[in-house]
């Protein structure tokens, strides 16, 4: 393997991502210096956070640059090494973007160890979208046993560990998700109470019917309609981390047309990026992993083939076409 | 003195408060039973929480009943007591509603002492508008010295306690008021650095000038696009304590249309009702009654003379036509 592909931003959208902001191309594999680590990338993580690092707007982030490597999350396996803290054959985590191969000075990397996780887990349940849902509802929302708790985007991969970690709170919780199939996988495989269908055309009354006695707290991935139906729902004195609005990555402007409600109800809403409480880390990550490994936690992937199909990946995890997780395997 | 007068709710509002939602009447004063106290007011309070009240929808509190006294705090002077805490000439505080007389058990009654702080300021400064206002500063907001902080409805009895408590704590405090009298008010007196008149245009662009840092908090009284306007210019983690939406209280739907800017700038917004926080009040209050009392905290009200002219003032105050505390005069 004397050379390798990878994926740039080749333009910013306009309005929906199309296959044409991407551009692939082929490299030869670099020599490495001293300190470096050169990795074979297994697993390649799509996140909804980077449709928002390909606009060049102020946010929380830096913009990804233009023909660079798209950013992202990867799992790997260390083919040769110049860094004493790396032996070739070590399973490694880092943020090496959508490539198969790529060099690091070790700074960012973390060794893994998949005696009893599997390498992708480390990009969902055990990663940055597990430790995410752990944030906001340990640390955020803090629901009580008995209450209620709903989450948006129930099947992703934030979304199910939220609400799987929800009930063994011993809370009432409630999944909305696209479509029939996802809802009966929130309320059969991961053992949701229920699942509103935001898709079947009467959110608000089927959501009505899910939380007879209103709602505590909830995990917003979505925003726009959805959030509005949680909103008219809320209990007093009620809790929402805000981590993302899907509906508004395409540009459209996210309105809150149910916001007297933050008044009348009292609610405290809080948005939030994981990254930013790494002092976190280390305990939600062992509680994950326990969680994972003793199978109390359960996941779902959708894994597309070769990096070729990271761009059309991607298109579809903004448009809720994925079932889970959405990885793209390199190997 | 063997009648007087009071206003009832006469009708729910259809959008904007009529004088017609109200009525007067004439009544004879009562003999009072034992433990009682019967109490003239000197001034009556009005506040916008009681349009909330008008409306017969799920809120915080029970709906104004219909053909009974309109809400809302007094203070005044005992003139009969049938009760041991409280004797004829104690001055007193509390919720007796809109009626120049009232008997009251002692349960939600209080002992003033005007030595330094003149009565009407327990209706505004050293009561609830200034403890609303002590509570979204220092439990929500929670500013550092340095940080710029935003108050709307600036001129106000809320807002203008805010304001002067943020400039204390070592902050760049800017108003945002209706026109040009307002604000000159705000800055020249109230020692503002700054006030942008939301009548004269240019909100967006005139708040920007005046807060060239950006926002860190805000106590919001208004929603709508004045809201709009200070959450475009949040900086990350700032925090929203939101008191009010008074553009909302005729019924409009209320919509925050820069909802996108809670998650990318990961701010913390937080509605509250400084009533369901009573624990607080001793301390609050001190400190406000102490302030006043040395003249470090200023306040203005607008003063209407005689119940009959308490409607008009209450529209007028809906409409943001007072300046300061809105009071009316009884004696």
Same mark, same amino acid.
């Given at each position: ?122 990009? @969902?349940?055990?990663?940055?979208? #597990?430790?995410? %849902?752990? $944030?906001?509802?340990? *640390? +955020?929302?803090?629901?009580? /046993? ?91 004195? @009620?809790?929402?981390?805000?981590? #993302?609005?899907? %509906?508004? $990555?395409?540009?459209? *402007? +996210?309105?809150?047309?149910? /916001? ?72």
């Amino acid at each position: 393997m004397n050379h390798y592909q990878r994926i740039v931003l080749a333009s910013r959208p306009h309005g929906q991502v199309t296959p044409d902001n991407f551009r692939i191309e082929t490299l030869p594999v670099p020599e490495i210096n001293e300190g470096e680590v050169l990795i074979r990338n297994h697993y390649l993580s799509l996140d909804p956070y980077m449709r928002g690092r390909m606009e060049d707007a102020k946010s929380y982030a830096a913009p990804q640059p233009l023909n660079e490597t798209m950013i992202g999350g990867t799992v790997g396996e260390v083919v040769a090494s110049k860094n004493a803290r790396f032996q070739v054959g070590d399973k490694v985590i880092g943020m090496l973007g959508w490539t198969e191969m790529g060099v690091s000075d070790g700074t960012l990397l973390r060794k893994l160890d998949t005696t009893h996780i599997p390498l992708s887990a480390y990009l @969902g349940a055990v990663g940055m979208p #597990g430790l995410t %849902a752990w $944030y906001g509802l340990t *640390q +955020i929302m803090q629901p009580k /046993a008995g209450e209620t708790v709903v989450v948006s985007a129930a099947s992703g991969a934030v979304g199910s560990v939220v609400g799987q970690l929800a009930k063994q709170l011993g809370c009432r919780v409630v999944g909305i998700a696209g479509g029939a199939e996802k809802c009966a996988y929130v309320v059969n495989e991961l053992g949701f109470d229920a699942c509103v269908d935001y898709k079947a055309g009467q959110l608000e009354a089927d959501l009505a019917s899910a939380t007879p006695q209103g709602i505590d707290a909830v995990f917003e991935n979505v925003g726009g309609e959805v959030f509005d139906a949680s909103l008219g729902r809320m209990n007093a004195f @009620g809790r929402i981390a805000l981590c #993302g609005m899907i %509906a508004g $990555y395409n540009g459209e *402007q +996210i309105s809150i047309k149910n /916001a007297r409600v933050f008044l009348t109800m009292r609610l405290t809403l809080r948005g939030f990026i994981v990254s930013e409480h790494m002092d976190l880390w280390p305990q939600g990550l062992q509680e994950l992993g326990t969680k994972v490994a003793t199978g109390q936690l359960k996941f779902r992937e959708s894994v597309a083939d070769g990096i070729g199909n990271a761009p059309q990946a991607f298109i579809g995890l903004l448009k809720g076409q994925n079932f889970g997780k959405q990885l793209v395997k390199l190997i």
